[in-house]
């Protein structure tokens, strides 16, 4: 894990309970590599899909490093998504492209 992520929580995690490792996952990806109207302004669900993939195991490894270090324990560690989604057939097609690239390796 980076040295900055654990200098921090080791800094102020007896003072902050709640945590979040990623902001908007979903947008993040969407927007930059499905829909292409954020940075890098690519318009390739698929790619999207793998990007959002990458997004969610980097969440579930600072999650784990962060619950094993010092007040770990007793902290909430999560990540913040919107409750407006896009379109319900861009998220199918978001969902068929993180399948086909993060099924047959996910753990």
């Known amino acids: 894990m980076h040295f900055f992520v654990q200098m921090v929580f080791a800094e102020l ?3 902050v309970t709640l945590w979040c490792t990623i902001n908007e996952p979903v947008v993040f990806a969407f927007n930059g590599w499905g829909a292409g109207i954020f940075p890098p302004g690519k318009k390739d669900l698929p790619l999207a899909g793998q990007v959002l993939c990458n997004l969610l195991r980097a969440h579930v490894h600072v999650y784990k490093e962060l619950k ?8 909430k560690i999560g990540i913040v998504k919107v409750l407006r989604q896009p379109e ?6 978001l969902n068929m492209g993180l399948r086909a690239r993060c099924d047959k390796d996910v753990r």
Not at 68 to 75: A, F, Q, R, V, W
Not at 88 to 93: E, F, H
Request: hydrophobic residues 25%.
């Open 68 to 75: 094993s270090l010092p007040n770990g324990d007793s902290c």
């Open 88 to 93: 319900r057939a861009c998220l199918l097609d």
């Open 13 to 15: 995690s007896s003072k």
